[in-house]
């Protein structure tokens, strides 16, 4: 045993005067508890998330095109596979299209609602962000067939549509990039609305005011200083509603069918359908890469530009 | 009110309909007398909600649905309630990576989680069996409990804790008549939220059922893509109906704004 130390032996002494040490028997019971409490949690998302994620990584990387026997290949001939077929190109590009005119089409309806919201009493205030958010809760599946019963062909803005004379025959809606785009945007917008409200509540009301008295009008006091202050809500809105219309399933499917095969849909029928499972999950990885890349892209970008607004 | 903010009210209103409308079709839709359904509806009956009860597999789907959601709901609120005292209440390294690797299912497209959890099952003979599906909704709600929970514990005082326990009582005695009643609202939230959210989900359960064992979104989705009946507005209204009712619960309990507003 080695010998202890001076400063050592000064530091038991000092710890020893400490009454906080008396409970130190009772320290390791502490871990336990911590241990007990978190473990069951730890390991079942360990289990069935961490380690299905990183199983399907390694899958991906499997060609079984090239399978010899029982012998796996190893090699990034899924990825090259994808980037060099045109078909799953289109479908990257159409994603990335609807996606972008679903964030564009959030973004103009929604903030007029969340400014409205920043503007209301808190009674008004409170309803406005039930009726916003509690679509949220309410099945996606059961939101498109609203969508269903308006866009139809014969369906009721068609018919207010050539009611009116705007358009001499039916437009086609649904089954069309349109029908995502409404159906993804009326989806996520309450996502929009409830981010920029938020960076809206946190404006000091004094700022417009004081804009106000320096002769500023409503228009320029909005443009000037209540617009780049609630950039970081519309930085976190646009990204959360990118990256969800990314990877959206129902909705294109339902609204788009085979007209508008976004990614996941493609996924979902490389898996389910022709069970290539090796290439779905390359599939899967490149719909995260991507979705990922453009978010931090756009977040930087956005971000440089915040700063020069905000310090110019 | 100045001419611009008349504008901006206008497009808020406009904006509001554009959100709520989907809802507000449906339910009328499902009264329609026509054998099609359509906006606004032909006729007043009842023929469809008839027509759904008669339909098995629709109310199989329902009692399929409202039993996963509540067994998803349980298991959710054990596992996150449990990990996320621990994370509050100790002092654990790395605390802020743990609530992330715990909460990262949230951040993962939910058809990419639907893919791994299937391909992950099949050799494990989980895929299409009730665990399975459960597995995949639990993995799903959990994140949520633990940021309600942990959001309702940021206030806490643990002094209370520390005072029962002095005068006596047992850590079990605490747990239920102390730190339980503090963050029942947060608990009650999540096991609220957990099963609507479990009720409503399509895109991973699309990857977990099998043919035996369907739920109610699903019958609705597959119902939608095969047939155009006003069987699925009537069907469709019984989820917005019991949503609806739920969503008001919530409201009362913790708010809905503040709930999916804390949750990204």
Redesign the interface.
């Known amino acids: 045993m080695e010998p202890v130390r001076h400063d050592d032996r000064q530091e038991i002494a000092s710890l020893r005067l400490q009454p906080a040490v008396l409970g130190k028997r009772r320290n390791w019971k502490?871990?336990l508890?911590?241990?007990l409490?978190?473990l069951?949690?730890?390991l079942?998302?360990i289990g069935?998330?961490?380690?299905?994620?990183l199983?399907?990584l390694y899958?991906s990387f499997i060609d079984t095109e090239r399978l010899s026997g029982t012998n796996a290949v190893y090699s990034i001939d899924n990825y090259v596979r994808f980037f060099t077929d045109s078909y799953y190109l289109h479908s990257l590009w159409l994603t990335i299209k609807v996606s972008l005119y679903t964030v564009i089409v959030s973004l103009l309806?929604?903030y007029?609602?969340a400014?409205?919201m920043a503007k209301c009493s808190p009674r008004v205030r409170?309803l406005?962000?039930?009726?916003?958010?509690?679509?949220?809760?309410?099945?996606?599946?059961?939101?498109?067939?609203?969508?269903?019963?308006?866009l139809l062909p014969n369906?009721?803005v068609n018919q207010l549509l050539t009611g009116l004379g705007i358009t001499e025959s039916p437009l086609k809606l649904l089954f069309s990039e349109a029908g995502v785009v409404i159906g993804l945007s009326?989806a996520y917008?309450?996502?929009m609305?409830?981010?920029i409200a938020?960076s809206l509540y946190n404006i000091d009301p004094s700022l417009e005011k004081a804009a106000a008295i320096l002769g500023a009008s409503?228009?320029r006091s909005?443009l000037s200083i209540t617009l780049p202050l609630s950039l970081p809500g519309i930085v976190?809105g646009m990204v959360?509603v990118f990256?969800m219309s990314?990877?959206a399933?129902?909705t294109p499917?339902?609204m788009g069918g085979a007209n508008v095969p976004m990614l996941?849909v493609v996924?979902?029928d490389q898996?389910?359908h022709l069970l290539r499972?090796t290439y779905?999950?390359a599939v899967?990885?490149v719909?995260?890469g991507i979705?990922l890349a453009i978010v931090t892209i756009f977040t930087r970008m956005m971000e440089r530009g915040r700063y020069r607004e905000v310090f110019r | 009110m100045k001419i611009s903010g008349k504008i901006r009210v206008a497009v808020a209103i406009v904006s509001l309909i554009y959100i709520l409308i989907p809802l507000l079709v449906t339910i009328p839709a499902s009264f329609t007398s026509a054998s099609y359904p359509s906006f606004p509806p032909h006729g007043f009956s009842l023929q469809w909600y008839v027509k759904l009860l008669e339909r098995p597999e629709f109310v199989e789907a329902f009692w399929n649905s409202a039993k996963f959601a509540f067994l998803t709901a349980f298991f959710s609120v054990l596992l996150g309630t449990l990990g996320a005292l621990a994370i509050a209440k100790y002092d654990i390294p790395g605390k802020s990576y743990l609530v992330s690797l715990l909460t990262a299912p949230l951040t993962v497209p939910q058809l990419v989680l639907g893919v791994a959890l299937l391909i992950y099952f099949t050799p494990m003979l989980l895929a299409g069996t009730p665990t399975g599906f459960l597995i995949a909704h639990i993995i799903i709600c959990v994140p949520y409990v633990i940021r309600f929970v942990l959001t309702g514990l940021s206030g806490f005082d643990y002094t209370l804790e520390r005072a029962a326990a002095i005068l006596g009582a047992s850590p079990v005695t605490v747990f239920w008549r102390v730190t339980l009643p503090l963050i029942r609202p947060a608990i009650l939230s999540g096991a609220l939220f957990s099963f609507l959210t479990s009720f409503d989900n399509v895109t991973v359960s699309l990857f977990m059922v099998s043919s035996d064992m369907r739920t109610l979104p699903l019958e609705i989705f597959s119902n939608m893509q095969d047939a155009y009946s006003p069987i699925v507005a009537s069907v469709s209204s019984v989820v917005i109906l019991i949503s609806v009712v739920l969503i008001l619960i919530l409201e009362k309990i913790h708010g809905v704004g503040r709930l999916l507003g804390s949750t990204h």
Request: charged content about 0%.
């Open positions: 502490k871990h508890a911590a241990v409490l978190l069951p949690l730890l079942f998302i069935f998330f961490v380690v299905p994620m199983y399907i899958l309806l929604g007029p609602v400014l409205t409170g406005l962000t039930l009726l916003v958010a509690s679509p949220l809760l309410i099945s996606i599946v059961v939101r498109n067939f609203g969508w269903y019963l308006l369906g009721t009326n917008m309450p996502f609305i409830l981010s938020t409503p228009f909005f976190s959360l990256s990314m990877s399933y129902v499917a339902l996941p996924a979902y898996i389910i499972w779905g999950s899967s990885y719909l995260l979705t």
